[in-house]
């Protein structure tokens, strides 16, 4: 790994873990064992290395539910990968997911570019669960449903369930399961 790629992880682990106002370049530099000169080198300011890092998260999480609802059989098929993915890279401690919650459109971005990069980036994720609520439509698994309220009921639903597992302790232990099943049951064209 080079040291910008050492900085980076880092820089994901201690903006997940501690937030943007407690992660400091002296932090992220010791924990990756790099001379903290390096990271102005690499990133500038904090800022801009706290959107790198966001963004590196999302682009992996996009990546990662495009592959799993490839494969899939069909629409309902692909929904349930989707979801079943999207938990899965939730609870990864080697995603750095935190960082996804702390970095958001609705977060404190400060400037226009890097929150309509971000939006754009989060958009791809609502994109990929429309395609799959479609095909479903398309091919009889998913009730007739309208795509874009359906996707947006079930993407909230699945930030709702990782944000309550990963922000509070008041979680059953088969949310991730219950959310799935449930998600399933509003949508299938078939009783499962």
Known sequence: MTK???LLEAAK?????YGYSETTF???SEKAGVALGLLTHHYGNKEKLFIAAGMDVLHHLVDQLNEAVAPAE?????VQRFV???FEFSI???????????CSPYSDVKTRDDRQEMEHKFTEVLETLKASVERGVKDGTIRDLPIEETSTAIQCNLVGG??????????????????YQFVTRSIAAKPQ
């Open 4 to 6: 910008k790629e050492l």
């Open 13 to 17: 682990e201690l903006f997940g873990v």
């Open 26 to 28: 002296k932090k992220i």
């Open 74 to 78: 069909n629409g309902l098929d692909a």
């Open 84 to 86: 079943h993915k999207y």
């Open 92 to 102: 990864d401690p080697n995603e750095h997911f935190l960082v996804l919650i702390r």
């Open 162 to 179: 990782v944000r309550t597992r990963l922000l509070t302790p008041y979680y059953p232990d088969t949310m991730y399961d219950d959310i």
